[in-house]
């Protein structure tokens, strides 16, 4: 068995005694008919995925349940319009709150330039605490029963 290895005088060539052009086709021809095979399958599988969930959309449209709460809006704008009419209406109308207390309701802007000229009552906490003091009790409400007239 002798090999002799011819060898061109430039270097180029190929190698001429291995290669198997019949083998060459009948494997293209088996990765064709795999290929066919598997997209086949692939169509198979989503024609019988979507046959399952057709019959599932099919009984929860039946059912029609109602979501939990929160559930989303269909016009959050609308309702958001809505809120912010009643807010800027509670803010700047005069109201009763309890006739019978004489309590009212002033727009915010009356209240808070009645509140500057007035001002707020406040205490020093701090120094109480440093003091070992307790702290005022708050105001107690009045009650309907009882009266304030000093004897």
Request: proline residues 7%.
């Amino acid at each position: 068995m002798d090999h002799a290895i011819h060898h061109s005088p430039n270097g180029t060539g190929h190698e001429e005694s291995e290669v198997s052009v019949p083998f060459i086709v009948v494997s293209l021809f088996v990765l064709l008919i795999g290929v066919v095979l598997v997209c086949f399958l692939v169509i198979g599988i989503f024609r019988y995925f979507h046959s399952v969930n057709h019959v599932e959309e099919t009984v929860r449209a039946s059912q029609q349940t109602v979501p939990p709460e929160p559930r989303v809006e269909e016009r959050p704008w609308e309702q958001l319009v809505t809120v912010r009419a009643r807010e800027d209406h509670v803010l700047d109308s005069y109201a009763w709150i309890d006739k019978k207390a004489g309590t009212v309701r002033i727009p915010v802007n009356q209240a808070i330039d009645k509140l500057a000229k007035q001002g707020l009552p406040s205490h020093d906490y701090l120094s109480d605490i440093m003091a070992g003091r307790k702290a005022p009790a708050p105001a107690q409400p009045k009650t309907q029963g009882s009266s304030n007239v000093a004897k």
